[in-house]
Nanobody, 123 residues
Framework: QVQLVESGGGLVQPGGSLKLSCVLS????????MAWFRRAPGQDREFVAA????????LIDDTVKGRFTISRDNAKNTLYLQMNNLQPEDTAVYYC????????????????WGQGTQVTVSS
């Protein structure tokens, strides 16, 4: 059974930083394209960032480009999202997702999801 467990969310002031982590089990990490999505209050879940199996290729949504960085540590089966210069509009539940093979920015392509971690940006 594939499991994804996110951590690292919390409350941060505007301009602050957080680093999210997501640990994958039940699937070979080096077979998996990985991604982060988020759902803001009252909104649909949206794409944030995705990363290839090797970690060399990434996709970053324009809304967070230049502020967020996605990375992975294949030795630790862990996906990361470094979030800098956070703004109130970044407030959301952040989800990591996994799929076999190539990474994608389409939610429908992912077959495994974490439970989500809350990020709140407020002064």
């Amino acid at each position: 059974q594939v499991q994804l467990v996110e951590s690292g969310g919390g409350l941060v002031q505007p301009g602050g930083s957080l680093k999210l982590s997501c640990v994958l089990s039940g699937r070979t990490f080096t077979d998996a394209g990985m991604a982060w999505f988020r759902r803001a209050p009252g909104q649909d879940r949206e794409f944030v960032a995705a990363i290839s199996i090797s970690g060399k290729d990434t996709l970053i949504d324009d809304t967070v480009k230049g502020r967020f960085t996605i990375s992975r540590d294949n030795a630790k089966n862990t996906l990361y999202l470094q979030m800098n210069n956070l703004q109130p509009e970044d407030t959301a539940v952040y989800y990591c997702a996994s799929r076999l093979g190539y990474y994608s920015q389409d939610e429908i392509d992912y077959d495994s999801w974490g439970q989500g971690t809350q990020v709140t940006v407020s002064s």
